[in-house]
């Protein structure tokens, strides 16, 4: 028997996503060289470059942007919200705790927190998204009644 497994779709989503989540934070350089060069524009004067006001603006919102789909594949995959901002921040705390040991990165618990927000926000819209399709959808019992009521009466009880 050569039998394959798959792995279901949520369960690809979320190794994707955390994936992705552990390259960017344990990669031995900084992977944050579109941010140097977004805040680098000549049009940003000194409010730009590295270490600027609008270079450390683009660094937590690449934070935040970096742990939303985790948020939300996670939210998706486990359907518990608090779970999955659970698991997001412990994995945001380990990651950067590892950034302790690895030479050329440093750990910020200012990081953790904007990873944290970046989790929720990615819990939020899979919660939203799961309630609007909810809402969209009849359950089973409201079908039942619809149906009954749409159906004509026959024999003694019409």
């Not at 524009?41 to 450390?56: C, H, M, S």
């Not at 939203?128 to 149906?147: H, I, K, P, Q």
């Amino acid at each position: 028997m050569n039998r394959r497994t798959r792995l279901p779709l949520r369960h690809l989503v979320v190794l994707a996503a955390a994936a992705a989540v552990l390259v960017a934070l344990l990669w031995p350089h900084h992977v944050d060289g579109a941010i140097t060069w977004l805040a680098s524009g000549p049009e940003l004067g000194a409010a730009g470059g590295a270490g600027g006001i609008v270079w450390w603006a683009l660094e937590d919102l690449g934070n935040i942007a970096l742990f939303a789909p985790l948020g939300f594949a996670l939210a998706w995959w486990s359907r518990r919200p608090l779970f999955a901002l659970l698991a997001g921040a412990t994995v945001s705390l380990v990651c950067e705790a590892a950034q302790h040991w690895i030479p050329t990165r440093h750990a910020s618990l200012q990081d953790v927190l904007w990873n944290v927000l970046g989790t929720l926000a990615g819990v939020a819209v899979a919660f939203a998204l799961g309630r609007s399709r909810a809402a969209a959808s009849l359950s089973f019992d409201e079908e039942l009644r619809r149906l009954e009521q749409s159906t004509p009466k026959l024999g003694a009880d019409a």
